[in-house]
């Protein structure tokens, strides 16, 4: 079983609809949880970043955990087609004395105009 | 800032060549980190540096990887000899340290060994 379970997807969704990306983990050390969107032929890039069980909005963007459930999401409100993009969960732990970070395999979304 | 620089964008070499490729971070970022990513496995840790010191090399998949940082603003991971389970897009990234799992990537070697 891996750290962290990520949907594959593809999920498509018209342009205005409410996306939800999810994943879910297994080792109850992780600290810290991001989101990264990763366009085609890109390097990924850093969407969301929280520490906390909780909300964090940012933007058209939401990033929720619930570390009792060991769960995140990453709500997107009023989907563009410019959202379209590879979403990739991180998280990270102690381990050795310093920080590992975990990456889900990642979520692709197709928003369609 | 012209962010994390990688070259080349694409490499296709064949079976049993040496492969080597670049990392340029951001200056001022102390870390770097080497990651590989494909369909089945996602993006996997390599190696990472602090300082130009190599902290973290037990991804590394074998001893036919091999990195280096000589100063803090460039670093390369060599293969040799190459083989084409090495396919993959090799992805070089850089951070301050802060926050934990910020990390800036570069837009990637795709590497394809024939």
């Known amino acids: 079983q891996k750290e962290v379970e990520q949907d594959p997807g593809p999920l498509s969704v018209p342009e205005g609809a409410i996306v939800s990306l999810n994943c879910t983990y297994s080792?109850?050390?992780?600290?810290?949880f991001m989101w990264y969107r990763q366009y085609s032929r890109k390097g990924p890039e850093l969407l969301m970043y929280?520490?906390?069980?909780g909300n964090k909005e940012d933007g058209r963007f939401t990033a929720q955990v619930d570390k009792s459930s060991k769960y995140i999401s990453l709500f997107i409100r009023d989907s563009q087609p410019s959202d379209s993009a590879t979403y990739l969960c991180a998280m990270s732990a102690r381990s050795g004395g310093y920080q590992k970070v975990t990456f889900g395999t990642g979520t692709k979304l197709q928003v369609i105009p | 800032d012209a962010g994390v620089i990688q070259s080349p964008r694409h490499e296709v070499t064949e079976m049993g060549q040496e492969v080597t490729l670049r990392c340029k971070p951001i200056?001022?970022?102390?870390?770097l980190f080497w990651y590989r990513q494909t369909m089945m496995r996602g993006l996997e840790l390599l190696i990472y540096?602090?300082?130009?010191?190599?902290?973290?090399d037990s991804g590394m998949p074998e001893d036919r990887f091999s990195a280096k940082m000589p100063n803090a603003s460039f670093s390369t991971l060599k293969i040799q000899p190459s083989e084409p389970r090495d396919s993959a897009v090799y992805f070089c990234?850089?951070?301050?340290?802060?926050?934990?799992?910020?990390?800036?990537f570069g837009s990637g070697t795709r590497l394809t060994v024939v």
């Open positions: 540096f602090n300082n130009n010191v190599p902290i973290d």
């Open positions: 200056s001022g970022h102390d870390y």
């Open positions: 080792n109850s050390a992780f600290q810290y």
């Open positions: 990234a850089s951070s301050t340290g802060f926050p934990i799992g910020g990390y800036t």
């Open positions: 929280t520490y906390s069980s």
